[in-house]
């Protein structure tokens, strides 16, 4: 099918260094000496461990329990038993622990009794949970729980569907040999996808360098009789980053600050709808994924790879060279070096590398930066990184952000180019974490702040209340002394006089202090809206203690409300205006 | 080597990389120069070079910079070789050695260095050399007088008297000459038809020197070391201006071909105005700074005091280009239908 092709701006051709692991067929690694199972391996809450030491486990019993609805299950790779639920250290780059399983393996790999889920019966709210209990994350990279972005906006139609086989990374090779080998099943996965989102089109976006399996999947698509269009997209990193495979494949730009399904597009990877299927028809959850095992070893080559498989074990299955000094995950671009050989494999890592100098050349030293604008040519983001660099540098992040450093996705084209070979990404990193922890920081501050402030206005008002009901008794006596005075006396003019000297104690009572600063002025206010409420409960009340009464008392009370009045010792009711109005 | 963070792959290109491209996309200018000029501008770009070099060592060692990865990245050499294109060819060594101690020391180091200049430093070099020597600035060799090569290096080193032969006027100044004296019986046609001076459009042997420059900045386009803003509009704006005013009044303005191809306008438009250190970075940026120094080019050598006007231009658009690139800022992926 021939479609117009949008560009995005910027990007970059580095040497892809793919050819080395696609000569063999994807190969099924054995099962490890242990393995060790994060409980948080997708994006949101942290699963919560169901076993514990000593427990036996099958493969694909479940071992951690979504926690809310951003979370997705996970489960055992393989039979066996559980060493310890403890924590350990995490193919991170900040090298911090996490809570894990760790199971001995059995060596049966003996499944849990499972079945195909009964798709064509169940309600997409159901298959939607089915996934979410089956552990399917984006398998991209971002582990996004996918049953999570697999629900249609209510305002925006879903008009593309775009599928990511693009895998633009250098040295990966995982997605490529999935669609040349497993293309059905893909396809019957993202068919799954087009059920629950409905869109109006379904694009599966394929670099051009991977044309094997474009035709695996074109292939697939007409054997299932699928609408699907598979699209050959330019070879150019990072056409793989969904928001610019949305924006080759559907012209529309996503913003950092809007979700792609506001612009009616949804995207997910191939490898992600491959496990969809593999749960939807098998009943398997993800316990395994393919990695590539490629860089310095003498046999590179993409294994199907038990998750938790400690990533030294799986690095010798293609026999490293003795000089491997490190192991990337990822790729090239966007990987990192983990921070132990022994870290496991997650259902985020595609790809192990072995490092070397040969490979991947020390850094030349750091030189100043000379504003050349090859960085702000090779975004694909548009943005001008030799000017978010400059104020990172100065921890002006301020700045950093009015040039859009949130939208920056690091893929690292700018530090690619760099004549002065400045680590910017490392930079706009930097800036971002700072940014995130001074708002960590500030809303902790505020908080203390808000927690106090409550305190103080919750003193204050129980003072103002205790104020305002010794002033209530006082007002009461004072009204019940006029009225008793004013019903013993004929309205004797000194008794008036004294019951006007004992009525001003209820104004003063209520303490009305002059507001010195804008906070104390708020708090007075919010003191004052109280007593205002318990004054209006206290009007709303009063009159229920004068309904029942008889015509004489009625008439005893007005009376000596129109005495009162004339006095001047109470104020006008709405009752009486005139008596205002004479004022 | 644990730490180092991705990308792991990088490119490979350098600063001095970069600078010797940039030197290389001069060459042919350079050899129009030597050819039609005389070869002691060969002699000049040494001079202004082991200046240069000193000047960098020197700054280098008091900021406690070190001193190989510096000295080595080529930009202390692209600016001396500026100043000795743009000086006159037969200026003492020592003036073209002083501006580019000054250039270096004062317009790059005392600003903080490589990538810290707000101006392009050989313009400033050539500011404050015209400022302070402009009898020495002003004094362009007649192009037929075919000076032999020990005549011309002998009268640069200070060992021959600077004769008169010397100081004969150049095309711009010509021109600006029979402008000034409002003399209605000098026509500017007739006077551009004496080929001795003005050579078949702009000046002889200077025209071909232009278009060395050319062909050398049409390279480093292609080799996408400089983008197409500033040279076509610096041109763009020269032309435009100068080509109203020449169909405004042919007898008193020279043609559009005749301002592009003459002074500085040329290794300007390529090599002086794209210096991204002290320029606009923007891509609209870069189209109002080009402009910006054709116009005041054309504006100071036309009616200023001095021969030519590339250098105060650019600099007065230095001045302006942070403000210039805090206002083009280009919109952002996905946030294109709201600017």
């Given at each position: 099918?021939?479609?117009?092709?949008?560009k995005?701006?910027?990007?970059?051709?580095?040497?892809?260094?793919?050819?080395?692991?696609?000569?063999?067929?994807?190969?099924?690694?054995?099962?490890?000496?242990?393995?060790?199972?994060?409980?948080?391996?997708?994006?949101?809450?942290?699963?919560?461990?169901?076993?514990?030491?000593?427990?036996?486990v099958?493969?694909?019993q479940?071992?951690?329990?979504?926690?809310?609805?951003?979370?997705?299950?996970?489960?055992?790779?393989?039979?066996?038993?559980?060493?310890?639920?403890?924590?350990?250290?995490?193919?991170?780059?900040?090298?911090?622990?996490?809570?894990?399983?760790?199971?001995a393996?059995?060596?049966?790999?003996?499944?849990?009794?499972?079945?195909?889920?009964?798709?064509?019966?169940?309600?997409?709210?159901?298959?939607?949970?089915?996934?979410?209990?089956?552990?399917?994350?984006?398998?991209g990279?971002?582990?996004?729980?996918?049953?999570g972005?697999?629900?249609?906006?209510?305002?925006?139609?879903?008009?593309?569907?775009?599928?990511?086989?693009?895998?633009?990374?250098?040295?990966?090779?995982?997605?490529?040999?999935?669609?040349?080998?497993r293309?059905?099943?893909?396809?019957?996965?993202?068919?799954?996808?087009?059920?629950?989102?409905?869109?109006?089109?379904?694009?599966?976006?394929?670099?051009?360098?991977?044309?094997?399996?474009?035709a695996?999947?074109?292939?697939?698509?007409?054997?299932?009789?699928?609408?699907?269009?598979?699209?050959?997209?330019?070879?150019?990193?990072?056409?793989?980053g969904a928001?610019?495979?949305?924006r080759?494949?559907?012209?529309k730009?996503?913003?950092?600050?809007?979700?792609s399904?506001?612009?009616?597009?949804?995207?997910f990877?191939?490898?992600?709808?491959?496990?969809?299927?593999?749960?939807?028809?098998?009943?398997?959850?993800?316990?395994?994924?393919?990695?590539?095992?490629?860089?310095?070893?003498?046999?590179?080559?993409?294994?199907?790879?038990?998750?938790?498989?400690?990533?030294?074990?799986?690095?010798?299955?293609?026999t490293?060279?003795?000089?491997?000094?490190?192991i990337?995950?990822?790729?090239?671009?966007?990987?990192?070096?983990?921070?132990?050989?022994?870290?496991?494999v997650?259902?985020?890592?595609?790809?192990?590398?072995?490092?070397?100098?040969?490979?991947?050349?020390?850094?030349?030293?750091?030189?100043?930066?000379?504003?050349?604008?090859?960085?702000?040519?090779?975004?694909?983001?548009?943005?001008?990184?030799?000017?978010?660099?400059?104020?990172?540098?100065?921890?002006?992040?301020?700045?950093?952000?009015?040039?859009?450093?949130?939208?920056?996705?690091?893929?690292?084209?700018?530090?690619?180019?760099?004549?002065?070979?400045?680590?910017?990404?490392?930079?706009?990193?930097?800036?971002?974490?700072?940014i995130?922890?001074?708002?960590?920081?500030?809303?902790?501050?505020?908080?203390?702040?808000?927690?106090?402030?409550?305190?103080?206005?919750?003193?204050?008002?129980e003072?103002?209340?205790?104020?305002?009901?010794?002033?209530?008794?006082a007002?009461?006596?004072?009204?019940?002394?006029?009225?008793?005075?004013?019903?013993?006396?004929a309205?004797?003019?000194?008794?008036?006089?004294?019951?006007?000297?004992?009525?001003?104690?209820?104004p003063?009572?209520?303490?009305?202090?002059?507001?010195?600063?804008?906070?104390?002025?708020?708090?007075?206010?919010?003191?004052?809206?109280a007593?205002?409420r318990?004054?209006?409960q206290?009007?709303?009340?009063?009159?229920?203690?004068?309904?029942?009464?008889k015509?004489?008392?009625?008439?005893?009370?007005?009376?000596?409300?129109?005495?009162?009045?004339?006095?001047?010792?109470?104020?006008?009711?709405?009752?009486?205006?005139?008596?205002?109005?004479?004022? | 080597?644990?730490?180092?963070?991705?990308?792991?792959?990088?490119k490979?290109?350098?600063?001095?990389?970069?600078?010797?491209?940039?030197?290389?996309?001069?060459?042919?200018?350079?050899?129009?120069?030597?050819?039609?000029?005389?070869?002691?501008?060969?002699?000049?770009?040494?001079?202004?070079?082991?200046?240069?070099?000193?000047?960098?060592?020197?700054?280098?060692?008091?900021?406690?910079?070190?001193?190989?990865?510096?000295?080595?990245?080529?930009?202390?050499v692209?600016?001396?070789?500026?100043?000795?294109?743009?000086?006159?060819?037969?200026?003492?060594?020592?003036?073209?050695?002083?501006?580019?101690?000054?250039?270096?020391?004062?317009?790059k180091?005392?600003?903080?260095g490589?990538?810290?200049?707000?101006?392009?430093?050989?313009?400033?070099?050539?500011?404050?050399?015209?400022?302070?020597?402009?009898?020495?600035?002003?004094?362009?060799?007649?192009?037929?007088?075919?000076?032999?090569?020990?005549?011309?290096?002998?009268?640069?080193?200070?060992?021959?008297?600077?004769?008169?032969?010397?100081?004969?006027?150049?095309?711009?100044?010509a021109?600006?000459?029979?402008?000034?004296?409002?003399?209605?019986?000098?026509?500017?046609?007739?006077?551009?038809?004496?080929?001795?001076?003005?050579g078949?459009?702009?000046?002889?042997?200077?025209?071909?020197?232009?278009?060395?420059?050319?062909?050398?900045?049409?390279?480093?386009?292609?080799?996408?070391?400089?983008t197409w803003?500033?040279?076509?509009?610096?041109?763009?704006?020269?032309?435009?201006?100068?080509?109203?005013?020449?169909?405004?009044?042919?007898?008193?303005f020279?043609s559009?071909?005749?301002?592009?191809?003459?002074?500085?306008?040329?290794?300007?438009?390529?090599?002086?105005?794209?210096?991204?250190?002290?320029?606009?970075?923007?891509?609209?940026?870069?189209?109002?700074?080009?402009?910006?120094?054709?116009?005041?080019?054309?504006?100071?050598?036309?009616?200023?005091?001095?021969?030519?006007?590339?250098?105060?231009?650019?600099l007065?658009?230095?001045?302006?280009?942070?403000?210039?690139?805090?206002?083009?800022?280009?919109?952002?992926?996905?946030?294109?239908?709201k600017?």
């Amino acid at each position: 099918m021939l479609m117009n092709l949008f560009k995005f701006k910027g990007g970059v051709k580095p040497p892809t260094n793919k050819t080395q692991s696609v000569t063999l067929p994807i190969a099924v690694a054995p099962i490890p000496s242990r393995l060790v199972v994060p409980l948080h391996q997708s994006i949101g809450g942290t699963p919560r461990p169901v076993v514990q030491a000593g427990d036996q486990v099958l493969k694909g019993q479940l071992i951690g329990e979504a926690d809310g609805w951003i979370s997705a299950a996970i489960h055992a790779p393989t039979s066996g038993t559980v060493v310890e639920v403890a924590m350990h250290v995490q193919p991170h780059p900040s090298g911090l622990d996490a809570m894990c399983v760790v199971i001995a393996p059995d060596g049966r790999d003996e499944w849990i009794a499972h079945q195909p889920f009964d798709y064509a019966n169940a309600a997409p709210e159901a298959v939607r949970e089915y996934l979410q209990q089956s552990g399917v994350v984006g398998l991209g990279g971002a582990v996004f729980p996918t049953h999570g972005k697999l629900t249609p906006s209510k305002t925006v139609p879903m008009e593309e569907l775009v599928i990511n086989g693009a895998e633009c990374e250098p040295f990966i090779t995982c997605d490529d040999l999935l669609m040349r080998e497993r293309a059905e099943e893909v396809v019957r996965g993202i068919g799954i996808f087009r059920d629950l989102l409905q869109p109006k089109k379904v694009l599966i976006g394929i670099e051009d360098n991977k044309p094997e399996a474009a035709a695996a999947m074109r292939a697939a698509v007409d054997a299932l009789g699928e609408p699907f269009s598979v699209i050959q997209v330019p070879t150019l990193y990072p056409a793989g980053g969904a928001k610019q495979l949305i924006r080759v494949l559907t012209g529309k730009e996503v913003p950092a600050a809007k979700r792609s399904t506001d612009l009616g597009v949804q995207c997910f990877n191939v490898a992600t709808a491959y496990t969809a299927w593999r749960a939807i028809s098998h009943g398997e959850p993800v316990v395994s994924r393919l990695v590539t095992v490629t860089g310095n070893v003498h046999a590179p080559r993409n294994y199907e790879v038990l998750i938790g498989t400690p990533m030294d074990e799986l690095l010798q299955l293609a026999t490293p060279h003795p000089d491997t000094d490190g192991i990337i995950m990822g790729g090239p671009m966007m990987g990192f070096l983990v921070p132990d050989r022994q870290v496991p494999v997650i259902k985020a890592t595609n790809c192990l590398i072995a490092h070397d100098d040969r490979l991947f050349p020390p850094k030349p030293p750091e030189m100043p930066c000379i504003r050349c604008g090859s960085c702000a040519q090779a975004c694909p983001h548009e943005l001008q990184p030799f000017e978010m660099y400059w104020f990172s540098r100065a921890k002006n992040f301020g700045k950093t952000q009015e040039y859009h450093i949130f939208d920056c996705i690091e893929c690292g084209c700018c530090s690619f180019v760099c004549p002065s070979r400045i680590p910017l990404v490392q930079y706009f990193r930097f800036a971002k974490s700072e940014i995130w922890a001074r708002e960590r920081e500030k809303n902790a501050a505020d908080g203390a702040k808000t927690r106090f402030e409550f305190k103080q206005v919750r003193e204050e008002r129980e003072k103002a209340e205790k104020a305002e009901k010794l002033a209530k008794a006082a007002a009461a006596q004072a009204a019940k002394k006029a009225a008793e005075a004013a019903a013993a006396a004929a309205a004797g003019e000194p008794v008036a006089e004294g019951a006007a000297a004992v009525e001003p104690v209820a104004p003063e009572a209520t303490p009305v202090p002059v507001a010195v600063d804008p906070e104390k002025a708020a708090k007075m206010a919010t003191i004052q809206a109280a007593m205002e409420r318990a004054k209006a409960q206290r009007e709303a009340a009063q009159p229920k203690n004068t309904e029942a009464l008889k015509a004489t008392q009625q008439k005893e009370i007005d009376e000596i409300e129109a005495r009162r009045q004339a006095a001047h010792l109470t104020e006008a009711t709405p009752a009486a205006p005139a008596g205002e109005k004479t004022e | 080597m644990m730490f180092a963070p991705a990308p792991y792959l990088l490119k490979d290109v350098s600063v001095s990389q970069v600078m010797t491209q940039v030197c290389i996309a001069l060459v042919p200018g350079i050899v129009a120069y030597a050819w039609l000029i005389g070869p002691a501008i060969l002699v000049q770009l040494v001079i202004a070079s082991l200046a240069a070099l000193a000047a960098e060592s020197v700054m280098l060692k008091i900021r406690g910079k070190p001193q190989a990865m510096f000295l080595s990245d080529g930009s202390a050499v692209v600016t001396a070789w500026l100043i000795a294109l743009t000086f006159p060819p037969l200026a003492p060594w020592w003036l073209v050695a002083l501006g580019t101690v000054f250039a270096i020391v004062v317009a790059k180091h005392l600003y903080g260095g490589l990538g810290q200049n707000p101006f392009n430093p050989a313009m400033v070099a050539f500011a404050v050399c015209i400022v302070a020597f402009p009898a020495l600035m002003s004094q362009w060799p007649s192009v037929g007088l075919r000076m032999p090569l020990v005549d011309q290096l002998n009268i640069i080193l200070g060992l021959a008297p600077r004769v008169d032969a010397l100081s004969g006027a150049t095309p711009l100044d010509a021109l600006k000459t029979a402008l000034k004296l409002g003399d209605s019986s000098v026509d500017v046609a007739q006077l551009l038809a004496n080929q001795d001076i003005f050579g078949n459009f702009a000046g002889r042997g200077w025209e071909w020197v232009a278009g060395g420059y050319l062909l050398g900045g049409l390279w480093l386009w292609y080799r996408k070391l400089i983008t197409w803003h500033v040279p076509v509009a610096f041109i763009g704006a020269l032309a435009v201006l100068s080509g109203a005013l020449w169909l405004y009044d042919p007898a008193r303005f020279a043609s559009p071909l005749f301002h592009l191809f003459s002074g500085g306008a040329m290794i300007g438009a390529f090599f002086i105005a794209t210096d991204p250190v002290s320029g606009c970075t923007t891509p609209r940026g870069k189209l109002i700074f080009g402009a910006g120094a054709g116009l005041l080019a054309y504006i100071i050598r036309v009616f200023g005091g001095y021969p030519d006007g590339v250098a105060f231009a650019v600099l007065l658009m230095n001045l302006s280009a942070p403000l210039i690139d805090l206002l083009t800022q280009p919109p952002i992926f996905g946030m294109k239908d709201k600017a």
